[in-house]
Protein backbone atom coordinates (compact mmCIF):
# COMPACT_ATOMS: atom_id res chain seq x y z
CA UNK A 1 0.00 0.00 0.00
CA UNK A 2 1.31 3.19 -1.06
CA UNK A 3 2.96 5.78 1.41
CA UNK A 4 2.90 9.45 0.58
CA UNK A 5 5.49 11.52 2.20
CA UNK A 6 4.03 14.91 1.83
CA UNK A 7 6.94 17.64 1.94
CA UNK A 8 6.51 21.56 2.06
CA UNK A 9 9.27 24.14 0.20
CA UNK A 10 10.81 26.43 2.15
CA UNK A 11 13.26 29.07 1.13
CA UNK A 12 15.35 29.06 4.89
CA UNK A 13 14.90 31.55 7.53
CA UNK A 14 16.68 34.50 6.25
CA UNK A 15 14.63 34.69 3.00
CA UNK A 16 10.82 32.81 3.89
CA UNK A 17 8.37 34.84 6.08
CA UNK A 18 7.02 31.27 6.94
CA UNK A 19 8.15 29.77 9.72
CA UNK A 20 9.45 25.82 10.18
CA UNK A 21 7.18 25.96 13.36
CA UNK A 22 4.12 26.91 11.39
CA UNK A 23 4.83 24.47 8.53
CA UNK A 24 5.11 21.77 11.51
CA UNK A 25 1.48 22.92 11.89
CA UNK A 26 0.28 21.34 8.90
CA UNK A 27 -1.33 18.28 9.05
CA UNK A 28 0.61 15.05 8.31
CA UNK A 29 3.41 17.38 6.83
CA UNK A 30 7.28 15.81 7.78
CA UNK A 31 9.06 16.50 5.01
CA UNK A 32 11.37 20.43 4.63
CA UNK A 33 11.88 20.67 0.68
CA UNK A 34 14.72 22.44 1.03
CA UNK A 35 17.87 24.49 -0.25
CA UNK A 36 21.15 26.47 0.37
CA UNK A 37 20.17 29.77 -1.27
CA UNK A 38 23.66 31.62 -0.89
CA UNK A 39 25.63 29.22 -2.30
CA UNK A 40 26.42 30.48 -6.07
CA UNK A 41 25.14 27.84 -8.58
CA UNK A 42 28.39 25.96 -9.39
CA UNK A 43 29.73 25.81 -6.10
CA UNK A 44 30.12 22.65 -4.06
CA UNK A 45 27.71 22.93 -0.83
CA UNK A 46 29.79 23.05 2.32
CA UNK A 47 29.34 20.13 5.00
CA UNK A 48 28.52 22.54 7.54
CA UNK A 49 26.24 24.48 6.10
CA UNK A 50 23.77 21.28 4.96
CA UNK A 51 24.59 20.36 8.73
CA UNK A 52 23.27 23.06 10.05
CA UNK A 53 20.44 23.19 7.88
CA UNK A 54 19.77 19.69 8.78
CA UNK A 55 19.72 20.39 12.25
CA UNK A 56 17.42 23.42 11.94
CA UNK A 57 14.80 21.37 10.12
CA UNK A 58 15.19 18.65 12.45
CA UNK A 59 15.09 20.24 16.08
CA UNK A 60 11.55 21.74 14.34
CA UNK A 61 10.24 18.13 14.71
CA UNK A 62 10.85 18.06 10.53
CA UNK A 63 12.89 16.40 8.55
CA UNK A 64 15.39 17.12 5.45
CA UNK A 65 15.07 14.36 2.51
CA UNK A 66 14.49 16.30 -0.42
CA UNK A 67 16.52 19.07 -2.18
CA UNK A 68 15.46 21.43 -4.49
CA UNK A 69 16.81 22.57 -6.22
CA UNK A 70 20.87 21.71 -6.72
CA UNK A 71 20.69 24.18 -10.18
CA UNK A 72 23.33 23.19 -12.71
CA UNK A 73 25.84 25.57 -13.93
CA UNK A 74 25.51 27.17 -17.42
CA UNK A 75 29.03 25.37 -18.67
CA UNK A 76 27.54 22.29 -17.67
CA UNK A 77 24.08 22.68 -20.33
CA UNK A 78 26.33 24.42 -22.64
CA UNK A 79 28.95 21.94 -22.61
CA UNK A 80 31.89 24.60 -22.27
CA UNK A 81 35.69 23.49 -21.65
CA UNK A 82 34.96 23.89 -17.88
CA UNK A 83 32.13 22.13 -17.19
CA UNK A 84 34.30 19.14 -16.23
CA UNK A 85 35.13 21.35 -13.22
CA UNK A 86 31.72 22.27 -12.18
CA UNK A 87 30.37 18.35 -12.13
CA UNK A 88 33.03 17.45 -10.23
CA UNK A 89 31.36 20.03 -7.41
CA UNK A 90 28.34 18.58 -8.09
CA UNK A 91 29.37 15.25 -7.27
CA UNK A 92 30.88 16.73 -3.99
CA UNK A 93 27.63 18.58 -3.28
CA UNK A 94 25.72 15.14 -3.70
CA UNK A 95 28.24 13.22 -1.50
CA UNK A 96 28.09 16.34 1.06
CA UNK A 97 24.10 16.04 0.66
CA UNK A 98 23.76 12.18 1.12
CA UNK A 99 25.85 12.63 4.54
CA UNK A 100 23.62 14.76 5.76
CA UNK A 101 21.07 11.82 4.89
CA UNK A 102 19.20 13.78 1.65
CA UNK A 103 17.38 11.07 -0.37
CA UNK A 104 16.26 13.14 -3.64
CA UNK A 105 17.76 16.08 -5.72
CA UNK A 106 15.41 17.98 -7.68
CA UNK A 107 16.70 19.86 -10.57
CA UNK A 108 16.41 21.59 -14.29
CA UNK A 109 17.92 21.70 -17.44
CA UNK A 110 16.44 24.62 -18.54
CA UNK A 111 18.88 27.13 -20.32
CA UNK A 112 18.82 30.81 -18.94
CA UNK A 113 15.79 30.99 -17.56
CA UNK A 114 14.09 28.67 -14.87
CA UNK A 115 10.26 28.76 -14.72
CA UNK A 116 8.70 31.74 -16.10
CA UNK A 117 5.42 34.04 -15.59
CA UNK A 118 4.30 37.33 -17.86
CA UNK A 119 2.28 37.97 -14.43
CA UNK A 120 3.55 37.49 -10.77
CA UNK A 121 0.17 38.84 -8.99
CA UNK A 122 -2.24 38.10 -11.40
CA UNK A 123 -5.77 39.07 -9.56
CA UNK A 124 -8.71 36.48 -9.15
CA UNK A 125 -12.14 36.85 -8.67
CA UNK A 126 -12.26 35.87 -5.53
CA UNK A 127 -9.68 38.96 -4.42
CA UNK A 128 -7.12 36.78 -4.24
CA UNK A 129 -4.07 36.95 -6.66
CA UNK A 130 -2.21 33.95 -8.28
CA UNK A 131 0.68 33.51 -11.12
CA UNK A 132 0.01 34.01 -14.83
CA UNK A 133 1.11 33.46 -18.23
CA UNK A 134 0.14 34.40 -20.86
CA UNK A 135 2.32 34.05 -24.11
CA UNK A 136 0.55 37.49 -25.97
CA UNK A 137 2.33 39.42 -22.97
CA UNK A 138 5.53 37.72 -22.86
CA UNK A 139 8.10 40.79 -23.84
CA UNK A 140 9.98 40.33 -26.87
CA UNK A 141 13.60 40.86 -25.05
CA UNK A 142 15.01 38.49 -22.70
CA UNK A 143 16.16 41.96 -20.71
CA UNK A 144 12.69 43.10 -19.76
CA UNK A 145 10.85 39.70 -19.13
CA UNK A 146 14.05 39.95 -16.31
CA UNK A 147 12.99 43.10 -15.19
CA UNK A 148 9.52 42.79 -14.92
CA UNK A 149 10.25 38.86 -13.03
CA UNK A 150 12.16 41.35 -10.38
CA UNK A 151 9.87 44.17 -10.37
CA UNK A 152 6.80 41.17 -9.99
CA UNK A 153 8.49 39.66 -7.07
CA UNK A 154 8.52 42.78 -5.02
CA UNK A 155 11.72 42.33 -2.99
CA UNK A 156 11.95 37.97 -2.65
CA UNK A 157 14.43 36.36 -4.52
CA UNK A 158 12.69 33.67 -6.86
CA UNK A 159 13.87 30.08 -7.32
CA UNK A 160 16.23 29.87 -10.12
CA UNK A 161 16.93 33.41 -10.80
CA UNK A 162 19.72 34.00 -9.53
CA UNK A 163 20.41 37.56 -9.75
CA UNK A 164 24.61 37.21 -10.40
CA UNK A 165 23.94 34.63 -12.52
CA UNK A 166 21.49 36.85 -15.02
CA UNK A 167 23.12 39.61 -14.65
CA UNK A 168 25.24 38.44 -17.87
CA UNK A 169 22.19 38.38 -19.93
CA UNK A 170 23.75 38.80 -23.35
CA UNK A 171 27.11 36.72 -22.61
CA UNK A 172 24.85 33.95 -21.80
CA UNK A 173 22.43 34.15 -24.33
CA UNK A 174 25.48 34.49 -27.01
CA UNK A 175 27.16 31.66 -25.06
CA UNK A 176 24.07 29.46 -25.85
CA UNK A 177 24.03 30.61 -29.49
CA UNK A 178 25.21 26.88 -30.83
CA UNK A 179 23.40 24.78 -27.85
CA UNK A 180 20.72 22.98 -30.40
CA UNK A 181 17.88 20.92 -28.40
CA UNK A 182 20.28 17.22 -29.71
CA UNK A 183 23.46 19.63 -27.82
CA UNK A 184 21.76 20.11 -24.67
CA UNK A 185 20.54 16.15 -24.47
CA UNK A 186 24.13 15.56 -25.21
CA UNK A 187 25.04 17.62 -22.75
CA UNK A 188 22.68 16.08 -20.36
CA UNK A 189 23.64 12.65 -20.81
CA UNK A 190 27.48 14.00 -20.41
CA UNK A 191 26.47 15.25 -17.07
CA UNK A 192 24.10 12.16 -16.14
CA UNK A 193 27.37 9.18 -17.10
CA UNK A 194 29.23 11.34 -14.97
CA UNK A 195 26.82 12.03 -11.85
CA UNK A 196 24.67 8.50 -11.69
CA UNK A 197 27.11 6.40 -10.76
CA UNK A 198 28.00 8.30 -8.05
CA UNK A 199 24.31 9.03 -7.06
CA UNK A 200 24.16 4.94 -7.42
CA UNK A 201 26.79 4.86 -4.95
CA UNK A 202 25.80 7.16 -2.06
CA UNK A 203 21.87 6.56 -2.51
CA UNK A 204 20.56 10.21 -3.72
CA UNK A 205 17.91 9.92 -6.76
CA UNK A 206 18.02 12.76 -9.11
CA UNK A 207 14.79 14.08 -9.98
CA UNK A 208 14.54 16.02 -13.25
CA UNK A 209 11.65 19.05 -12.98
CA UNK A 210 9.92 19.63 -16.17
CA UNK A 211 10.54 22.91 -18.45
CA UNK A 212 8.02 25.53 -17.34
CA UNK A 213 6.23 26.62 -19.83
CA UNK A 214 7.35 23.14 -21.40
CA UNK A 215 8.19 24.60 -25.14
CA UNK A 216 11.10 26.40 -26.35
CA UNK A 217 11.18 30.50 -25.82
CA UNK A 218 13.49 33.10 -26.68
CA UNK A 219 15.12 30.79 -29.26
CA UNK A 220 16.64 28.27 -26.53
CA UNK A 221 15.68 24.66 -26.53
CA UNK A 222 13.48 22.99 -24.23
CA UNK A 223 14.18 19.28 -23.56
CA UNK A 224 11.91 18.42 -20.89
CA UNK A 225 8.41 19.25 -22.14
CA UNK A 226 6.22 15.88 -22.51
CA UNK A 227 6.17 12.12 -22.12
CA UNK A 228 8.41 11.48 -25.74
CA UNK A 229 11.20 13.80 -23.86
CA UNK A 230 11.17 11.64 -20.85
CA UNK A 231 11.60 8.30 -22.48
CA UNK A 232 14.27 10.05 -24.23
CA UNK A 233 15.96 11.15 -20.78
CA UNK A 234 15.18 7.89 -19.27
CA UNK A 235 17.38 6.31 -21.78
CA UNK A 236 20.63 8.32 -21.31
CA UNK A 237 21.31 6.73 -18.26
CA UNK A 238 19.67 3.96 -17.67
CA UNK A 239 19.14 3.55 -13.96
CA UNK A 240 16.42 4.36 -10.96
CA UNK A 241 18.73 7.27 -10.13
CA UNK A 242 18.16 9.20 -12.90
CA UNK A 243 14.56 9.90 -12.45
CA UNK A 244 11.84 12.59 -12.62
CA UNK A 245 10.20 15.46 -10.66
CA UNK A 246 6.39 15.07 -12.12
CA UNK A 247 5.31 18.31 -11.94
CA UNK A 248 1.78 18.48 -12.61
CA UNK A 249 1.31 22.31 -13.17
CA UNK A 250 4.69 22.36 -15.85
CA UNK A 251 3.75 19.27 -17.96
CA UNK A 252 -0.30 20.41 -17.45
CA UNK A 253 0.45 23.82 -19.51
CA UNK A 254 0.37 21.71 -22.42
CA UNK A 255 -3.15 19.97 -22.28
CA UNK A 256 -2.21 17.67 -24.65
CA UNK A 257 -0.29 15.99 -21.67
CA UNK A 258 -1.86 13.47 -19.91
CA UNK A 259 -0.63 13.39 -16.66
CA UNK A 260 -2.10 10.50 -14.89
CA UNK A 261 -0.92 8.48 -17.68
CA UNK A 262 2.49 10.00 -17.64
CA UNK A 263 2.16 8.82 -13.74
CA UNK A 264 0.44 5.29 -14.68
CA UNK A 265 3.44 5.05 -17.96
CA UNK A 266 6.66 6.18 -14.92
CA UNK A 267 6.38 5.30 -11.71
CA UNK A 268 5.88 1.63 -12.40
CA UNK A 269 9.49 2.03 -13.60
CA UNK A 270 10.56 3.41 -10.04
CA UNK A 271 11.40 6.89 -12.22
CA UNK A 272 9.63 9.36 -10.17
CA UNK A 273 10.88 9.77 -6.77
CA UNK A 274 9.19 13.15 -6.68
CA UNK A 275 6.39 14.42 -7.58
CA UNK A 276 4.99 18.20 -7.49
CA UNK A 277 1.00 18.60 -7.59
CA UNK A 278 -0.42 21.82 -8.30
CA UNK A 279 -3.81 23.09 -10.58
CA UNK A 280 -3.22 25.41 -13.49
CA UNK A 281 -6.36 27.15 -15.35
CA UNK A 282 -6.65 27.42 -19.33
CA UNK A 283 -7.84 30.78 -19.93
CA UNK A 284 -6.75 31.02 -23.53
CA UNK A 285 -4.60 29.45 -25.87
CA UNK A 286 -0.57 29.45 -24.24
CA UNK A 287 -2.57 31.48 -21.62
CA UNK A 288 -3.31 30.33 -17.81
CA UNK A 289 -3.17 30.97 -14.51
CA UNK A 290 -2.24 28.94 -11.45
CA UNK A 291 -5.19 28.64 -9.54
CA UNK A 292 -6.01 26.82 -5.91
CA UNK A 293 -5.41 23.08 -5.84
CA UNK A 294 -8.61 21.50 -6.30
CA UNK A 295 -10.41 19.63 -9.55
CA UNK A 296 -13.40 22.79 -9.43
CA UNK A 297 -11.05 25.49 -9.63
CA UNK A 298 -8.84 25.06 -12.52
CA UNK A 299 -8.26 22.76 -15.67
CA UNK A 300 -6.42 19.82 -14.39
CA UNK A 301 -8.40 16.44 -12.77
CA UNK A 302 -6.67 16.25 -9.39
CA UNK A 303 -8.62 13.58 -8.63
CA UNK A 304 -7.35 11.33 -11.53
CA UNK A 305 -3.79 12.24 -10.39
CA UNK A 306 -4.28 11.79 -7.08
CA UNK A 307 -5.97 8.28 -8.21
CA UNK A 308 -3.10 6.84 -10.59
CA UNK A 309 -0.54 7.58 -7.66
CA UNK A 310 -2.80 5.50 -5.53
CA UNK A 311 -3.16 2.68 -8.51
CA UNK A 312 0.75 2.65 -9.24
CA UNK A 313 1.83 2.20 -5.53
CA UNK A 314 3.36 5.68 -5.57
CA UNK A 315 5.47 6.08 -2.25
CA UNK A 316 7.90 8.74 -2.55
CA UNK A 317 8.08 12.06 -1.71
CA UNK A 318 5.65 14.56 -2.51
CA UNK A 319 4.43 18.43 -2.38
CA UNK A 320 1.71 20.79 -3.33
CA UNK A 321 2.90 23.52 -5.31
CA UNK A 322 2.51 27.25 -6.83
CA UNK A 323 -0.45 28.44 -4.66
CA UNK A 324 -2.33 31.57 -4.46
CA UNK A 325 -1.62 34.85 -2.16
CA UNK A 326 -4.95 34.71 0.10
CA UNK A 327 -6.57 36.27 2.96
CA UNK A 328 -4.50 39.04 2.57
CA UNK A 329 -1.33 37.24 3.26
CA UNK A 330 1.13 38.85 0.49
CA UNK A 331 4.03 36.02 0.46
CA UNK A 332 6.64 34.90 -2.46
CA UNK A 333 4.47 34.24 -5.51
CA UNK A 334 3.71 30.83 -5.54
CA UNK A 335 5.14 30.33 -2.53
CA UNK A 336 2.36 31.29 0.26
CA UNK A 337 1.53 29.87 3.37
CA UNK A 338 -1.84 29.05 3.37
CA UNK A 339 -2.82 27.94 -0.21
CA UNK A 340 -0.15 25.68 -0.23
CA UNK A 341 -1.13 24.39 3.07
CA UNK A 342 -5.24 23.92 1.69
CA UNK A 343 -3.42 22.24 -0.99
CA UNK A 344 -2.09 19.75 1.55
CA UNK A 345 -5.31 19.32 3.17
CA UNK A 346 -7.33 18.67 -0.05
CA UNK A 347 -4.82 16.50 -1.88
CA UNK A 348 -4.11 13.83 1.58
CA UNK A 349 -7.88 13.91 1.68
CA UNK A 350 -8.38 12.17 -1.40
CA UNK A 351 -5.55 9.73 -0.51
CA UNK A 352 -7.62 8.55 2.45
CA UNK A 353 -10.12 8.64 0.72
CA UNK A 354 -8.72 6.86 -2.05
CA UNK A 355 -6.77 3.83 0.78
CA UNK A 356 -9.90 3.59 2.26
CA UNK A 357 -12.25 2.82 -0.53
CA UNK A 358 -9.84 0.39 -1.81
CA UNK A 359 -9.74 -1.47 1.48
CA UNK A 360 -13.46 -1.43 1.91
CA UNK A 361 -12.95 -3.13 -1.27
CA UNK A 362 -10.05 -5.14 -0.39
CA UNK A 363 -11.91 -6.55 2.62
CA UNK A 364 -15.06 -7.35 0.41
CA UNK A 365 -12.50 -9.26 -1.05
CA UNK A 366 -9.90 -11.18 0.55
CA UNK A 367 -6.76 -8.82 1.44
CA UNK A 368 -6.69 -6.71 4.40
CA UNK A 369 -4.24 -4.01 5.29
CA UNK A 370 -4.81 -2.62 8.77
CA UNK A 371 -5.69 0.98 8.44
CA UNK A 372 -4.74 3.45 9.95
CA UNK A 373 -0.91 2.05 8.77
CA UNK A 374 -1.25 2.87 5.21
CA UNK A 375 -1.54 6.87 5.51
CA UNK A 376 1.21 9.09 4.82
CA UNK A 377 4.39 9.01 7.81
CA UNK A 378 3.14 5.96 8.97
CA UNK A 379 6.06 3.56 8.10
CA UNK A 380 5.18 0.15 8.06
C1 LIG B 1 9.35 27.34 -9.43
C2 LIG B 1 9.86 25.97 -9.35
C3 LIG B 1 11.15 25.78 -10.09
C4 LIG B 1 11.73 24.45 -9.73
C5 LIG B 1 13.00 24.15 -10.48
C6 LIG B 1 13.53 22.79 -10.16
O1 LIG B 1 8.62 27.77 -8.62
O2 LIG B 1 8.92 25.06 -9.75
O3 LIG B 1 12.03 26.79 -9.74
O4 LIG B 1 12.07 24.44 -8.38
O5 LIG B 1 12.82 24.27 -11.83
O6 LIG B 1 14.87 22.74 -10.51
Known amino acids: MANLKMGFRWFGEKDDPISLAQIRQIPQ??????????????????????????????????????????????????GAPTRDKYIENYIQTIKNLSK??????????????DWLR??????????????????SKLPKDPEALMAEMNSGSRGFSLPGWEPERLAALKELFAAYKDV?????????????????????????????????????????PRIFKNREDMLRIEQLHESRYNGFTICTGSLGENPANDLPAIIREFVPKDRVPFMH??????????????????STEGSLDMFEIMKALHDTDYDGYIRPDHGRNIWGEDGRPGYGLYDRALGITYLLGMWEALIKSNLIQMKAGHEFCAWPFCMPGNNF
Not at 181 to 210: G, Q, S
Request: proline share 6%; charged share 30%; net charge negative.
Open 100 to 113: AGVKVICYNFMPVF
Open 180 to 220: SEEKLVENLKYFLDAIIPVCEKFDVRMAMHPDDPPKPLFGL
Open 118 to 135: TDLHHQLADGSNAMMYDE
Open 277 to 294: VRNIKHVGKNKFHESAHP
Open 29 to 78: TKQVVGALFDVPVGEVWPQEKIDALKKQVEDAGLKLEVIESVNIHDDIKI
